[in-house]
Nanobody
Framework: VQLQASGGGFVQPGGSLRLACEAS????????IGWFRQAPGKEREGVSC????????YFAESVKGRFTISRDNAKNTVYLHMNSLKPEDTAEYYC????????????????WGQGTLVTVSS
């Protein structure tokens, strides 16, 4: 039972990336999936979340209007679409699953993937 995050990389300011979070060993159908990030020397922060059926989403104020989130339960995958990236978006990004609704606090999440590094720099 695990989540696999991918899609990170190096991008210039204003660029875009799409992160993917794929589940293996279980189905995502009943899980809300959150994305979190942690920059060096900073605390982990919630970025976005999508409910199990995709009817409810959450975005941190710092990414509203720039990031979107979607899910394809047939592919057992959740995507974080990141546009207009800024240097302050540089961080290790993690996805996590919770059997239930979205939570902003990472402590509620039960299943975690390894991080994928996003670097935004000119």
């Amino acid at each position: 039972v695990q989540l696999q995050a991918s899609g990170g990389g190096f991008v210039q300011p204003g660029g875009s990336l799409r992160l993917a979070c794929e589940a293996s060993g279980f189905t995502l159908d009943y899980y809300s999936i959150g994305w979190f990030r942690q920059a060096p020397g900073k605390e982990r922060e919630g970025v976005s979340c999508i409910s199990s059926r995709g009817r409810s989403t959450y975005f941190a104020e710092s990414v509203k209007g720039r990031f979107t989130i979607s899910r394809d339960n047939a592919k057992n995958t959740v995507y974080l679409h990141m546009n207009s990236l800024k240097p302050e978006d540089t961080a290790e990004y993690y996805c996590a699953g919770v059997d239930g609704k979205c939570y902003r606090e990472y402590g509620w999440y039960e299943v975690w993937g390894q991080g994928t590094l996003v670097t935004v720099s000119s």
